[in-house]
């Protein structure tokens, strides 16, 4: 079919001299380092340059995609491989679950960065700022009104001190089997 969306993108980064590839690329660096910029800003691990890097390299994977004329197996990868960074965030420690914002929303600066490289412009410019404005809604007055989880939040005594955030909320508490079996993989592991 003529009119599908990867001849279309094949014809494209065929057809596209190599300044606007490198207009593609600082495009998803900037929009991607101003994301990180935020999260650095609240205090957050992962910041400026890991974001950019994500999307950056998601970018550059989607040119890649572009020239070689496989953009749906390659865009599926970055998916799926910045899903699998994302799960290495994501961590539980004394009954809290932390880094799942900041799993998500690289996931999601990859789709920037894929934006960007495809030529779609506005929804790489929408999606980062859509971003942005996600990170914010926690910190509108009433938002613990309309959040279930920022009421518990706001309910209880947040430990973190100032730059807490709402996704840092307390999972299930610890049960003694949890202890115990943390305890037996403990063990056979020193042994």
Known sequence: MAGSPSLLMTAVAADVPWFIDVGRILLAALLGALIGWERERRGR???IRTYMATALGACAFG??????????RISAGIVTGI??????IIL?????????????TLWASAAVGLSAAY????LAAITALLILGVLELHRLPGWAHFSHRA?????????KGPGG???????????????????????????
């Open 45 to 47: 691990e992962a910041g």
């Open 63 to 72: 040119l890649i995609s572009g020239a070689i004329g496989d953009q749906g």
């Open 83 to 88: 899903g699998f960074i994302g799960a290495g």
């Open 92 to 104: 539980r420690d004394t009954g809290r679950v932390t880094g799942l914002t900041t799993a998500a």
């Open 119 to 122: 030529g779609i412009y506005h």
């Open 151 to 159: 009421r518990r939040v706001h309910e209880s005594t947040n430990d």
């Open 165 to 191: 955030d709402a996704h840092d909320a307390p999972a299930a508490p610890r049960s003694a089997s949890d202890d115990t079996i943390a305890t037996a993989a403990i063990s056979r592991l020193e042994h």
